[in-house]
């Protein structure tokens, strides 16, 4: 079982009981949430479905991964605000052509216009902009 974070955000406690239900545990870390998010991602040629969300777009986030599942292709990557982090664009600038990438929320969609360089021509990011947050959230 794929443990994502250190610590401080799944205690070695909780590790430990899930240890003691039968389970081999993997600690996945990453030095901040945006790498985390392409580490947790696999492999860019292996994505269908791409959603850009905020890091503190709480509302986006649980939207985004509300959906995935053990069969599930859909890949969610964070920005930092209207940026997009380096370790995402080198992600982004990956994907096949085919793949669908969706911006949730205001900040992912300015994120998306103005720091995505190098986009593949044949990518854009579709938006999924709402009134506020829980709007953008209920698009997806």
């Known amino acids: ?12 406690q909780t ?7 039968g389970y081999h545990t993997e600690r996945i870390l990453a030095k901040d949430p945006y790498t985390m998010s392409v580490v947790v991602s696999g492999k860019p040629a292996d994505s269908r479905t791409v959603l850009v969300v905020d890091a503190n777009d ?5 939207a985004a991964i509300s ?12 920005t930092n605000g209207a940026v997009v ?7 982004l600038n990956k994907v096949p052509a085919s793949a669908k990438v969706y911006a949730i929320g205001a900040q992912a969609q300015a994120a998306m216009k ?25 698009a997806v």
């Open 58 to 62: 709480t509302a986006g986030y649980v």
């Open 85 to 91: 982090p380096d370790p995402v664009r080198t992600f």
């Open 1 to 12: 079982m794929a443990i994502v974070g250190g610590t401080d955000q799944v205690s070695a």
């Open 67 to 78: 959906g995935l599942g053990a069969s599930s292709q859909q890949t969610v990557l964070l």
């Open 15 to 21: 590790e430990n009981a899930v240890k003691a239900l």
């Open 114 to 138: 103005t720091t995505w360089s190098g986009r593949p021509a044949t990518l854009a990011a579709i938006p999924l902009v709402g009134a506020d947050p829980a709007d953008s959230a209920g």
